[in-house]
C-alpha cells in the first residue's frame, strides 16, 4: 500500500498539463511495445518455417527487427525516464567539513545563550528551546488568562510550484526525490494540509503569531532533508545544501534563522506526554512506515496540525489551537477518540497544559509544541484500545513498564523525576540487548521528558503540573 500512496503523491504533484504530457508519452511508448509484441506471430511463423525446411534466417530478421526497434525505443525512453530521476544525497562537504555535529550544535546553542536560551542535544538531534517561553506557555495554558491570539494567512505556502509544465525546475526535481526516497524506505505519505508557522513567538505572548496553509511534502522538501545535500547526478547541479533556509553567518558565528526568515515549511507540530488514570506513562511503539520515527518509542501522541482544525476560524486563541491539535494526535493514537462518552473539551480544558515550545535543530528548525495531559482511562484499558484503521498504520500499539506508575499521594516531583530517569534509558525497560536496540526512544520522548522534569525546579510551574495529574 505505501508504493501506491507514494506513487499517487507524484501523480498529485504533477500540473494537469505536465500529467497529460506524460501521459501521451507513457501512452506511446506502450503503443510502440504492444505493436512490437503483435509483430511476434510473424517471428513465431518465420522461425516453424526455418525449422520445416522452408524458411531461412532473412525472413526471421525481417520479422525481428520492426519488434526489436519497438523494444528498443520503449526501454531508451524508459532508461531516459529513469535516469532523470537518479540523485544522490551527502553531507554537505562545505559545511560540515569545518565542524562535526557536536560543534555545530554547541555554537548554536552559544549563539542561544546570547538570548536566554539553549539548544539541548539527544542522540545526535537537537532543539532549541527557551525556558522563559517555557514557563509563561505552562501557566498560561493552564488558566483563563488573556488569549494569545493568532492571525492566518489566506495565501498559502508551498516549496514547489504546481504549475511547472516541464517539471524540470529544481524544487520538481526536489519534490520526486523526496517521495521516491520514502518510497524506497516504505514510508507512507499522505499529502494533506499543515499549517505553517511563519512568525516567531513573543515571550510575553502579547503579540499574535502568523499562520499559513502549507503542505506534508513541503515539510518533506525542507525540514525533511536539513543537512543533506541532495545534487542531480548527471551534471552535479545542487538542488538542495541543506543548510542555507534554516542557518546563517552573524558575526562568523552560526545561527538559527527565525521562523520570519528562514524558508523552510514550518509546518507546526505537537507532542503530548500522558498519564493514565492510574498514574502510568502511556507510550506508543511506532510502526516501521513513519517518516521519522520509524520503529522508535514515541510519546502518546505525536503529529502535525491540520489544517482542517482552523479553517473555519483564522483569528483564536493559539494555545487553544495547540492543545486541540495535540489532544487529536493523543486520542488518534490511543483510540480514545472512539469512545462515545468522552468529552474532548473538558479534557482539553482540564487535562491537558503546554509544556514547553522547542525548533527542531536536526528538522531544518521546524517548530513544536510539548504538552501534558491525565487521561480518564487506566493502562489496562488503554491497551485494550485500538486506534483507528489510517492510524493503526503509524502506531502499533499503547504500553507502558510496570515499575513506572506515579504514585500521586507522595512526593509528586520526586515521582515525576523518577519516571522521566526510568524512560531516559532503554535498559531499564528492557533487559535483552536484541529488544535494547530494536526499542530506540524518539527525539520527541527524549525532550518531552527533559522539558517536563524541568518543570520540577519551579514552584509555580510544578503546582500546574499538580492541577493537571491530580
Known sequence: MWWWFGRWQLIRAMSWPALVLKLIKYGSTA??????????????????????????????WGSA????????????????????????KLSSEKFLAKHTWKDIYAALDRAAKQQGCKVDEFDGMAGWTNPALNKRLLLSSGSKSAPFKYKADGSPWFAYARGDLGQKSRSAKLRRYVIEEAMRQKRLIFNSRKVRLCSDIDVTLANAVQLQRTDYVSSMMTDGVAFQDIYLKADHITISDGWSALLEQVDGHWRLKSLASCQSSNQLGASTLAFSSDGFLVLIDQTQHNQHSAGKISPSGSGSFDWSEMADCLEGDFLQLVKKAAARELLEETGLDKLPDFDRDAFIQQRMVILGFTRLVHRGGKPEFF???????????IRSTTPTFLEGWYSEQSFSHDASALDLKGDLAA?????????????????????????????????????LEECLSDPESLAALQRVLA
Open 371 to 381: 504538552c501534558l495531559a491525565r487521561l480518564p482511562k487506566t493502562m489496562e484499558s
Open 31 to 60: 503503443s510502440s511495445a504492444l505493436s512490437g509484441y503483435s509483430n511476434s506471430s510473424g517471428i513465431a511463423h518465420s522461425v516453424r518455417a526455418v525449422y520445416h525446411g522452408t524458411g531461412n534466417f532473412g525472413a526471421v
Open 65 to 88: 527487427k520492426g519488434t526489436m526497434l519497438y523494444l528498443f525505443v520503449a526501454g531508451l525512453t524508459a532508461y531516459i525516464d529513469h535516469s532523470s530521476a537518479k540523485y544522490g
Open 415 to 451: 515521582e515525576i523525576r523518577r519516571v522521566c530517569h526510568h524512560y531516559s534509558d532503554t535498559t531499564r525497560i528492557f533487559s535483552d540487548p536484541e529488544t535494547i536496540r530494536r526499542y530506540r526512544l524518539s527525539y520527541q520522548l527524549m525532550h518531552g521528558l527533559a522539558l
